[in-house]
Nanobody, 127 residues
Framework: QVQLVESGGGLVQVGGSLRLSCAASGRTFSSYGMGWFRQAPGKEREFVAAISRNGGTTTYADSVKGRFTISRDNAKNTVYTVYLQMNILKPEDTAVYYC?????????????????WGQGTQVTVSS
């Protein structure tokens, strides 16, 4: 059974940092791309960042470039983990953040490329 479990969300002040983690298990994800999306209240889900299967390619939304960094660890005890280091946080970064895993293996920005999704973790940036 595939499971994606996010952690690391919380409340932080403007300018602060958070590190999100997502542990994916249940199958071999070494050939899968991994990504982060977010959804703010009243808005559609949007792409944040993605990383290819070997970590060699990353893609970011313009709104987070230079502030967020995505990385991944492959297969530690059959768990694949993707991270999102978020720095210089802004109130507009407030959202529920979702991790996703996609079978194409590349750093896709489109949600339709992803096959599995986590349950989400809340990030709130206070001013």
């Amino acid at each position: 059974q595939v499971q994606l479990v996010e952690s690391g969300g919380g409340l932080v002040q403007v300018g602060g940092s958070l590190r999100l983690s997502c542990a994916a298990s249940g199958r071999t994800f070494s050939s899968y791309g991994m990504g982060w999306f977010r959804q703010a209240p009243g808005k559609e889900r949007e792409f944040v960042a993605a990383i290819s299967r070997n970590g060699g390619t990353t893609t970011y939304a313009d709104s987070v470039k230079g502030r967020f960094t995505i990385s991944r660890d492959n297969a530690k005890n059959t768990v694949y983990t993707v991270y999102l280091q978020m720095n210089i946080l802004k109130p507009e970064d407030t959202a529920v953040y979702y991790c996703a895993v996609g079978g194409g293996g590349l750093a896709y920005a489109s949600a339709s490329r992803y096959d599995y999704w986590g349950q989400g973790t809340q990030v709130t940036v206070s001013s």
